[in-house]
């Protein structure tokens, strides 16, 4: 008997192992979704948030890929109608702000809720951690809370006070003051420990059972996260 049980937890050891090296055999594949703010209008393509948030997250050792499906000029609603087709095909954590535009044309507040709440209802239908960020005067808690979904408050943090934003972030040369490298860069030191928590709760959902062979399902396993005035409980 003493033989057998020894035989088992070695399979089983085996078997966590086979399960952990899966796990780590892809990159976690992250879509940054929204408009000017995430395409990175007026700045190169390296320099945008999704790019520079991909290299934040490998130099602590996540390998990840973000894909930057920003479109500039886009409302919620043409957000909303192209969501489908702006997910690669094997997204497992989704970024999404939206609402900039839609206050710049005087779209209504509650449409603009509408079109964001149904965009994170089809991500969270799909299984993809999503990552909503509001902004100074749109708070978009009440989505995330509904949706399971991460929120996180102001997606300019850092860079403005009472939405204005701080000369020395924004493009010289912009009317509209879009963010330069360095407010991109800002807000990456910003947002990435959340999304590195998205990362972490992908990888150990990964790793199934095996999750207690890696120390990092430790924080995982944590019962919640508090991220400015929102805390959510992470589950599987």
């Known amino acids: 008997m003493i033989r057998f049980a020894k035989i088992w937890l070695a399979l089983l050891a085996f078997g966590m192992l086979l399960l952990a090296e899966a796990a780590r055999a892809e990159p976690i594949q992250i879509v940054a979704f929204g408009d000017s703010n995430t395409a990175g209008f007026g700045v190169a393509g390296k320099q945008t948030y ?15 890929e973000v894909t930057n499906s920003g479109v500039s000029g886009h409302t919620s609603a043409r957000g909303l109608a192209r969501i489908e087709d702006a997910l690669p095909e094997d997204a497992e954590i989704a970024i999404v702000f939206y609402g ?4 710049r044309w005087g779209v209504d ?4 809720r509408a079109n964001i709440d149904a965009m994170v209802r089809r991500l969270r239908a799909q299984k993809i951690e999503v990552i909503l960020a509001g ?19 102001d997606f300019f943090a850092g860079v403005a006070t009472n939405g204005v934003k701080h000369p020395k972030y924004m493009l010289f040369w912009d009317p509209i003051g879009h963010l330069n490298a360095t407010g991109y860069e800002e807000i990456v030191s910003r947002l990435s420990p959340l ?4 990362a972490i709760k992908v990888f150990c ?15 995982y396993r944590a019962p919640a996260i508090v991220t400015g005035s929102t805390t959510r409980t992470l589950t599987r």
Do not use: W
Not at 50 to 62: C, H, I, T, V
């Open 50 to 64: 999704p790019a520079q948030l991909e290299r934040a997250l490998k130099a602590r050792g996540y390998d990840v």
């Open 100 to 103: 900039r535009n839609d206050v």
């Open 109 to 112: 507040s509650e449409k603009t």
């Open 135 to 153: 902004f100074h005067s749109k708070d978009f808690s009440e989505i995330a809370a509904a949706n399971g979904a991460l929120y996180y408050p």
């Open 195 to 198: 999304v590195e928590m998205a």
């Open 205 to 219: 959902n990964r790793l199934q059972d095996a999750a207690m062979l890696d120390p990092r399902c430790e924080v």
